[in-house]
């Protein structure tokens, strides 16, 4: 058992490393806008993650490990304001020091002492050290997909327009193979959340409930580059009718005319991918909207978007009748992120991971392609302000009965 929990971490940690390998060092230190955090940094924070709550807070009577500099608790603490005071997101970018060769070393002696630890703890305790590892191992997953969406944002902004890596986005099935139209849902009682005992989940997704539903609809595809084309040149982006007050100050505020990625050269449009500047597909499903852009679309269209709740039943039901529903693209919701019926976070800091964001943000439903697998659950509820659009977001249209 023992030797699998140290097989699982290894492979995790080194998948952080592969995903890294294609950075250079100065490509390591850069972020590009306040959402953005440097590779360097999520190498270095996924970490500490381990090192903090798991090797000094938790194994404390390992003390013949030498201490980390201190420093790093102020560098590389994202947002645990009961931990003390942390470097303000907007400045990881100054992190000059360490040196990188120094980040690499401190990830080679966590690891060496996670794997001591795995190694020679207490019969009694290891359960609950393997439920700290659970969750430090999905933390990293989802800083592996985080560095992805900041990777393409820094190189987006670059004039070079560089490529990630020669793995291009156009694997993005587009199912074709697949009858387009709506998938319909009788109206009733409907499960969700989780508390299976044998899963790792998150505490947003915790307490298993039931839900009414009406009857509904929701699309059998993603939301394509060429349809949303035709919003773009049925001048939504101009028009106040679509969109949400907030939306639309937005828009006007930062200049929006089409999704974060693409590029008009002409009269054509190209798109920003991990492999560089390409001609935008339009099969392909759209990509890096904001919630207010996948809601002024389902408006202009004269749909809406699924609740996450409508989302969730459909995965759980029939989600061979849909394509793209899971770790293809985000999808968002149009559901506020709030907690569920008899919500309990997780314990003592841990508490500050997911709790203190359910505040004016949005649910998404459906990973996306970087999402690992073994992360992945149908119950999984992620979040992102209305305005944010450089994760990997797209949408599905649903509509009431008999529209
Ligand atoms: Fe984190």
Redesign the pocket.
């Known amino acids: 058992v023992r030797e699998q929990w140290q097989k699982r971490y290894l492979k995790t940690r080194n998948r952080m490393e592969v995903l890294c390998a294609p950075l250079s060092a100065e490509e390591r230190m850069v972020s590009s806008t306040d959402e953005t955090s440097p590779a360097k940094w999520h190498l270095a924070?996924?970490t500490w993650?381990f090192d903090f709550f798991i090797l000094r807070q938790w194994a404390s009577d390992l003390s013949h490990f030498p201490p980390q500099p201190p420093v790093y608790d102020f560098l590389f603490n994202?947002?645990y304001e009961s931990l003390g005071a942390f470097l303000p997101k907007k400045d990881r970018r100054l992190l000059s020091h360490p040196s990188s060769e120094e980040v690499d070393a401190y990830r080679k002696t966590t690891d060496e002492r996670m794997l001591t630890v795995i190694e020679q703890c207490d019969e009694k305790r290891f359960p609950e050290l393997a439920r700290l590892i659970e969750l430090g191992l999905n933390?990293e997953q989802?800083?592996q997909e985080?560095l992805i969406m900041d990777v393409k944002q820094n190189h987006f902004l670059n004039p070079f327009k560089p490529a990630y890596s020669v793995e291009t986005e156009s694997a993005f099935a587009s199912g074709e193979d697949l009858a387009r139209g709506w998938v319909p849902f009788k109206g009733g009682k409907a499960e969700i959340g989780t508390n299976d005992p044998d899963t790792f989940y998150y505490d947003n997704e915790s307490g298993h409930h039931s839900v009414w539903l009406e009857s509904f609809s929701i699309a059998s595809h993603l939301v394509t580059n060429g349809e949303y084309l035709e919003f773009i040149e049925a001048n939504g982006y101009q028009n106040p009718k679509h969109w949400l007050s907030d939306g639309w100050e937005q828009v006007k505020r930062a200049g929006w005319t089409a999704p974060l990625y693409w590029v008009k050269e002409g009269s054509r449009y190209q798109e920003m991918t991990l492999s560089g500047l390409a001609p935008l597909q339009l099969s392909k499903p759209v990509s890096h909207l904001s919630y207010f852009e996948a809601q002024a679309y389902a408006h202009w269209k004269g749909f809406r978007l699924p609740t996450e709740f409508e989302w969730e039943h459909a995965a759980r039901s029939k989600v061979s009748g849909f394509s793209g529903m899971e770790r293809e693209l985000w999808q968002w919701t149009q559901s506020a992120y709030l907690p569920y019926p008899k919500f309990k976070p997780f314990q003592n800091e841990l508490m500050e991971y997911n709790s203190k964001f359910m505040c004016n943000q949005m649910v998404l439903r459906g990973g996306c392609r970087f999402t690992p697998e073994d992360h992945y659950r149908t119950t999984y509820r992620n979040f992102f302000y209305p305005n944010q659009r450089w994760q990997f977001a797209g949408l599905r249209l649903a509509k009431d009965e008999n529209e």
């Open positions: 924070h996924t993650f994202s947002y933390h989802q800083h985080l």
